[in-house]
Antibody, heavy 120, light 108 residues
Framework: EVQLVQSGAEVKKPGESLKISCKGS????????LGWVRQMPGKGLEWMGV????????RYSPSFQGQVTFSADKSITTAYLQWSSLKASDTAMYYC?????????????WGQGTLVTVSS | SFELTQPPSVSVSPGQTARITCSGD??????TYWYQQKPGQAPVVVIY???ERPSGIPERFSGSSSGTIVTLTISGVQAEDEADYYC???????????FGGGTKLTVL
């Protein structure tokens, strides 16, 4: 069974750093692109970018380029999303999302989401 | 630009047909995918490649495409269909995605 299990909710202060994780299981982790999707409170889905865990090839949405960093460790089948200096506007639910490899470019599996709250 | 536009809301009575549109220039060349998201849950794909329905998705969900406009149709809407619906597309390499703004479906 394919699963993406994300790390737990975080409460941080502005300016702090953060790294959240997404552990894949039940499939060949290096071979599937993984995306990150932000959902701010009461708002829609925003694509942040994707990473290919096999070679760490990374593509960022222009809106998030320079604001976040993706990484992956295929030896432990885990992808990461990190911030070096959080802002209050980073408060959101963050989902990792596996891109299907057949029948088009869509998300066939989602993580359960990690809620990040940034508040002073 | 690679943008997808959806109506913010659609309302229908139970048993009626709901149609949710998604428009964007890129849709003439790229496939569209539809997701359903209920409160507190991750999204679930209900249509892929414009018209295909994943296993486990009820037959009342269907998709169609005409040029730069794609439509998600829910026939015989049920109360459980009340949710937010998002369209999504990607570039030809599948590494640049975009989501529509989402449509809140209300079942009256």
């Amino acid at each position: 069974e394919v699963q993406l299990v994300q790390s737990g909710a975080e409460v941080k202060k502005p300016g702090e750093s953060l790294k959240i994780s997404c552990k894949g299981s039940g499939y060949s982790f290096p071979n599937y692109w993984l995306g990150w999707v932000r959902q701010m409170p009461g708002k829609g889905l925003e694509w942040m970018g994707v990473i290919h865990p096999g070679d760490s090839d990374t593509r960022y949405s222009p809106s998030f380029q320079g604001q976040v960093t993706f990484s992956a460790d295929k030896s432990i089948t885990t992808a990461y999303l990190q911030w070096s200096s959080l802002k209050a506007s980073d408060t959101a639910m963050y989902y990792c999302a596996r891109r299907a490899e057949i029948n088009g470019y869509y998300v066939d599996y989602w993580g359960q989401g990690t809620l990040v709250t940034v508040s002073s | 630009s690679f943008e997808l536009t959806q109506p913010p809301s659609v309302s229908v009575s139970p048993g009626q047909t709901a149609r949710i549109t998604c428009s964007g220039d890129a849709l003439a060349k790229q496939y569209t995918y539809w997701y359903q998201q209920k409160p507190g849950q991750a999204p679930v794909v209900v249509i892929y490649m414009d018209t295909e329905r994943p296993s486990g998705i009820p037959e009342r969900f269907s998709g169609s495409s005409s040029g730069t406009i794609v439509t998600l149709t829910i026939s015989g809407v049920q109360a459980e269909d009340e949710a937010d619906y998002y369209c999504q597309s990607a570039d030809s390499g599948g590494t640049f995605w975009v989501f529509g703004g989402g449509t809140k479906l209300t079942v009256l």
